[in-house]
């Protein structure tokens, strides 16, 4: 049993979409990440969420506590977003299998 | 700030070795976690260390361990090294000086391959 679920596995868009990444949890949380991964390992956290929706550039997270599910949208995409998308929730983190996104131009 | 650093970034290791990794937080910060990623199980939590004590494991047998000096600095070992051992092992940081959730960060991973 996966308590993080993330879909879809794998995306392929052209430059310009608009980008949604789900993640549904099955655990009581206090924060849900998103994280950013490149090839090469470095992994950046983009947002840390408790409630409702934070955005940061082309970047938007929501969250919706009571249907323990949360989004990663990414608008206007571009090719250097192509990335892993990794959702993380818990103390001491259980992680989505993450969203390969390959943006093409 | 300087971030999170971690020696070395690759390693290559026979089995039945063992192995030690490195791993410096950002400075400040007082929490070091600990994270497995391989291409099979994707990322998985290790252990945390807050103040040189382990405040939390993973789902690992006893073959992994790790600590962590007053400095904050941490380390990770692995004995009796396993071809399934191979992965990238990723160190984070986060500062824990407020309750409530807070932000990690991570460092650029060691890459371990076992032959």
């Known amino acids: 049993k996966n308590e993080v679920e993330q879909s879809p596995q794998n995306l392929t868009a052209q430059e310009g979409e608009f980008i949604t990444i789900n993640c549904s949890y099955s655990v009581g949380i206090s924060a849900l990440h998103w994280l950013q991964q490149h090839p090469g390992g470095g992994i950046v956290s983009l947002f840390m969420?408790?409630?409702g929706k934070k955005k940061h550039g082309r970047l938007i997270a929501t969250i919706n506590i009571q249907e323990k599910h949360s989004s990663l949208h990414i608008t206007a995409s571009h090719p250097r977003d192509s990335a892993v998308y990794i959702c993380?929730?818990?103390?001491?983190?259980?992680f989505g299998t993450g969203t390969s996104l390959t943006v093409i131009p | 700030k300087a971030g999170v650093t971690q020696t070395p970034r690759y390693l290559i290791k026979t089995r039945g070795q063992q192995v030690t990794l490195s791993c410096s937080p950002i400075?400040?910060?007082?929490?070091v976690s600990w994270y497995q990623q391989t291409p099979g199980q994707g990322l998985q939590f290790l252990f945390e260390?807050?103040?040189?004590?382990?405040?939390n494991k993973g789902n690992f047998p006893g073959r992994f361990s790790g600590r962590q000096f007053s400095n904050s600095r941490s380390e990770m070992n692995v004995s009796t090294l396993e071809l399934g051992d191979s992965a990238l092992y990723l160190c984070?940081?986060?500062?824990?000086?407020?309750?409530?959730?807070?932000?990690?960060?991570f460092g650029p991973g060691t890459r371990l391959t076992v032959t």
């Open positions: 984070a940081s986060s500062y824990l000086g407020r309750p409530g959730p807070y932000e990690q960060y």
């Open positions: 260390y807050f103040s040189e004590t382990q405040r």
């Open positions: 969420l408790s409630s």
């Open positions: 993380a929730v818990g103390g001491q983190f259980y």
């Open positions: 400075s400040g910060h007082r929490s």
